[in-house]
């Protein structure tokens, strides 16, 4: 069957007598008030219409657009086409509701934007901070730490953030239709606040405070806080695989360095191929960390921080440092979690989980009982390699040895007063006032009930191993 061909004068008759006259004088108006050169809209909206033969073939293709549609994409004539994107303030960071539309959401990166400044890039787009919510499903309580500090779980990758550019909706021949605007992006926003009006009724330590995220946002400096606490909160995040955004529980620390509230999500806590379980970050509670500002939202009073972007900044610095990283050199490291038999320190951005075996000769029952977050301790390099950034230190090793010169205080023979430091194997630690350990068994009319860690006893010393550096005794009783 022939398709019926389309007049070519029907469309431009239609445009120029339209049903309702005054959409037409509104949209003639707004053209008349930003004239434009030929060469300038040729630039900005592209090339002119088609000649007449272009024009018949395309017409007798594609059915002609209703003349409102046209009007609505050139837009309603009271704002102009320039102030458009000025017209309402924008907020910094979307805290009432994290959800967005699906044809709102960026599906792609800028063209220009490169896999460098994609990894630079915050994974978190927004925090929803008006209420906790519940917390995030998996992530049951064991009762031993010491299996989460040392395995870290698997990772999850969230793309960064991108600046999604505004549509231009197709027009009619003859119509002016809005210049593409490209929307701000977080610094863009950040830049046009108007700091001396927000911050003119603070007292001079708020002034402070403020000036120091001010500091940290632009120039990517690093703070040093406390976390005073873990909340979950809804984190507005984007699917790798499908390129969707997604809203996600998950726990936040939470730092006050004076009156502003700074959030550190958790994936802002580990890098990605070490990240830790959740029980984890909820017993870092007192612990000192370092953190850069990624996003300021001035007029809710908050801020959202990266733990792991202060890590790389630190762990760089280190790895530059010959009088840091050299074997041997005596350094600071910070307690961040601990567990019964196993702790996670902070060495210069390396994350690192140490035993009783590295803090201490003596041995200790439960290191909650000596080691909390937050505590700064020296350390010894033990060994630091550049090119896998594999550091190990010793904590104990800052200090001389007891077993050294303990087999002259000790003689084989002398009894010596001694506390039950643990129990492992049907063996017994004990630990002298110098901090010798002795291994001991009992002697044969006691059993292992009648002696309880924290109990005095006095034991006999049987024999020392020079190449064990270990101490052996027998119980005989109760002290």
């Not at 997604?246 to 700074?262: D, F, G, L, S």
């Not at 000596?370 to 010793?394: A, M, W």
Request: proline fraction near 8%; charged fraction near 30%; include cysteine.
């Amino acid at each position: 069957m022939a398709r019926k061909k389309t007049t070519p004068v029907e469309e431009p008759e239609q445009l120029q007598h339209p049903e309702n006259p005054e959409e037409t004088a509104g949209q003639t108006g707004e053209a008349a008030e930003f004239p434009l050169a030929e060469d300038d809209a040729d630039s900005i909206f592209g090339a002119g219409p088609p000649e007449d033969s272009e024009t018949r073939e395309a017409g007798s293709e594609q059915p002609p657009e209703k003349p409102e549609e046209s009007h609505e994409a050139a837009g309603d004539g009271d704002i102009p086409p320039g102030d458009a994107a000025s017209a309402a303030p924008v907020p910094l960071l979307d805290l009432s509701d994290t959800e967005q539309r699906e044809e709102e959401i960026p599906q792609g990166t800028a063209e220009g934007e490169s896999a460098a400044s994609q990894e630079e890039t915050s994974e978190v787009f927004s925090v929803d901070i008006s209420e906790t919510a519940p917390a995030p499903a998996g992530g049951e309580t064991p009762e031993d730490l010491d299996r989460l500090l040392e395995d870290p779980a698997g990772s999850g990758s969230v793309v960064p953030q991108t600046t999604p550019l505004t549509p231009v909706e197709n027009t009619l021949p003859g119509d002016v239709a809005e210049p593409p605007v490209r929307e701000k992006s977080d610094r863009q926003k950040f830049f046009e606040l108007k700091f001396n009006r927000l911050d003119r009724n603070l007292t001079p330590e708020e002034r402070q405070e403020w000036n120091s995220i001010y500091a940290s946002y632009r120039g990517r400096s690093a703070l040093t806080g406390t976390i005073i606490g873990v909340d979950p909160f809804s984190v507005q995040v984007r699917n790798p695989e499908t390129g969707m955004m997604e809203k996600q529980t998950m726990y936040c620390a939470i730092v006050v360095p004076y009156r502003v509230r700074i959030v550190i999500p958790s994936s802002e806590m580990w890098e990605k191929d070490k990240v830790r379980p959740d029980f984890v970050l909820q017993n870092m509670v007192g612990a000192n960390i370092d953190f850069i500002i990624i996003k300021v939202d001035r007029e809710a009073g908050f801020a959202i921080g990266s733990r792991r972007l202060a890590d790389r900044s630190q762990r760089y610095f280190f790895a530059h440092r010959p009088n840091l990283n050299a074997v041997g050199t005596q350094i600071k490291c910070r307690m961040l979690s601990v567990g019964p038999r196993r702790c996670l320190v902070d060495c210069y951005g390396h994350d690192i989980g140490l035993t009783q075996r590295e803090l201490r000769y003596t041995a200790i029952p439960d290191l909650r009982t000596e080691y909390h977050p937050g505590q700064e301790l020296d350390c010894i390099v033990k060994l630091y390699d550049p090119d896998t950034d594999r550091l190990e230190i010793s904590v104990k090793e800052t200090e001389s040895n007891p077993f050294d010169g303990a087999e002259q205080r000790h003689p084989v023979g002398a009894r010596r007063l001694a506390m039950i430091a643990g129990k492992y194997g049907g063996g017994v630690f004990c630990n002298l006032p110098d901090g010798t350990v002795c291994m001991c068994n009992y002697s044969y009319q006691h059993e292992d009930s009648d002696f309880l860690v924290g109990d005095n006893v006095m034991l006999i010393v049987q024999r020392f191993d020079a190449e064990k550096r270990q101490m052996y005794g027998k119980i005989l009783t109760k002290w």
